[in-house]
Structure formats: C-alpha cells, structure tokens
C-alpha cells in the first residue's frame, strides 16, 4: 500500500525557515515524481513544487521560486521542501503526492492540478504568523 507522511510544519515567524518532509513507502520511490501542494482555508489546493523521480528535475510554481527550495534523498524515500523567507500567506496545510511517472507533467496546467496526482499524505500545518 502506498503511504505517504508529511511532517515538518508548525508555527514560525514571518521572515522564517521550516523544513518540510515526506516520507514514503510501499513504491519504487524512484519511479515517481513527487510534488508538493498547500491548500489555506476557503482557498482551493493550489501547487508549490515537483521533482523527478532521480531528482534531476525540479519545478516551481513562479511566485515561490527562490524562497522554496524542493529536493529529494532516494536511499531514505524522503522528499524535503525547504521554505526560506516565510510570509503570512504560505500558511496553508502543506501536502505531498505522487506523480504517475519519473517525470513532473511538461505541461504546466497539468503540473499544478491535484486531480494529475495519484496518492496524498495527510499533510502538516504550517502557520506563518507574529
């Protein structure tokens, strides 16, 4: 069965760093591209991240890209996300999910839409706030 477990978030002041993980199990983790995902209350889940499945490749969402960074250590099947320079509106409960494939979509609209993903974790709360 294929399980995936988000942990890492919490609370931390504007301007702030979390590190986020998932852990995976139950797949040939490396077959599989891994993306990262936040939904904020009353908002819909939008997209943060993707990686390949070798790690080779890596894609942001273009309002985070040089805050968040997005790697991946396949002998542990851990997927970070790196968040650096935290501002109020990140908080969000943050997922993570599978891909179907080694690849993160080509096509942007696909990249960043949950419905392309197969399996989630329950996700952790990161709260941005003084």
């Known amino acids: 069965e294929v399980q995936l477990q988000a942990s890492g978030g919490g609370l931390v002041q504007p301007g702030g760093s979390l590190r986020l993980s998932c852990a995976a199990s139950?797949?040939?983790?490396?077959?599989?591209?891994i993306g990262w995902f936040r939904q904020a209350p009353g908002k819909e889940r939008e997209g943060v991240s993707c990686i390949s499945g070798s790690g080779g490749s890596t894609y942001y969402v273009g309002s985070l890209k040089g805050r968040f960074t997005i790697s991946r250590d396949n002998a542990q099947n851990t997927v970070f996300l790196q968040m650096n320079s935290l501002k109020p509106e990140d908080t969000a409960v943050y997922y993570c999910a599978t891909y179907g494939g080694r690849l993160c979509s080509t096509s942007m609209r696909n990249r960043w839409t949950p419905a392309r993903y197969d399996n989630w974790g329950q996700g952790t709360q990161v709260t941005v706030s003084s």
């Open positions: 139950g797949f040939t983790f490396d077959d599989y591209a």
